[in-house]
């Protein structure tokens, strides 16, 4: 009894959208920015804040930003407007942040 009903639950799992896992998305915010925890390239007019669990990112132009796990899995890629955002991740750690083309490490 228990494979067919173990049969049952995987294929109600395949059947499940692929946004059903929650993939962290860049939101946009209108609040005002916390303290400057870590700063990007100044030429590239991005700067990056780390607060809370959120990473905020500013930037005066449209940029592409990906995350990475520390073993190199990309996490989210993303192109933002100019402004500024913030995205949530799930779990605490230490990230790759790849913006244009400045990377840098993220620990949250």
Same mark, same amino acid.
């Given at each position: 009894?228990?494979? %067919?009903?173990?049969? @049952? /639950?995987?294929?109600? /799992?395949?059947?499940?959208?692929? #946004?059903? &896992? #929650?993939? %962290?998305? !860049?939101?946009? *915010? #209108? /609040?005002?920015? %916390?303290?400057? /925890?870590?700063?990007?390239?100044?030429? &590239?007019?991005?700067?990056? =804040?780390?607060?809370?669990?959120?990473?905020?990112? !500013? $930037?005066?132009?449209?940029?592409?930003?990906?995350?990475? $796990? =520390? @073993?190199?899995?990309?996490?989210?890629?993303?192109? *933002?407007?100019?402004?500024?955002?913030?995205?949530?991740? &799930? $779990?605490?750690?230490?990230?790759?942040?790849? &913006?244009?083309?400045? #990377?840098?490490?993220?620990? @949250?």
């Amino acid at each position: 009894m228990r494979k %067919p009903l173990m049969t @049952l /639950a995987i294929a109600a /799992a395949m059947m499940l959208p692929a #946004t059903a &896992a #929650t993939v %962290p998305m !860049w939101e946009e *915010v #209108t /609040a005002p920015v %916390p303290a400057v /925890a870590q700063t990007l390239d100044r030429e &590239a007019e991005t700067e990056v =804040i780390v607060r809370d669990g959120y990473i905020y990112l !500013w $930037s005066e132009n449209p940029v592409t930003v990906k995350i990475f $796990s =520390i @073993l190199g899995q990309l996490i989210t890629q993303e192109t *933002v407007k100019p402004g500024l955002h913030r995205i949530h991740l &799930a $779990s605490r750690g230490i990230y790759i942040l790849r &913006a244009g083309t400045t #990377t840098r490490r993220i620990t @949250l």
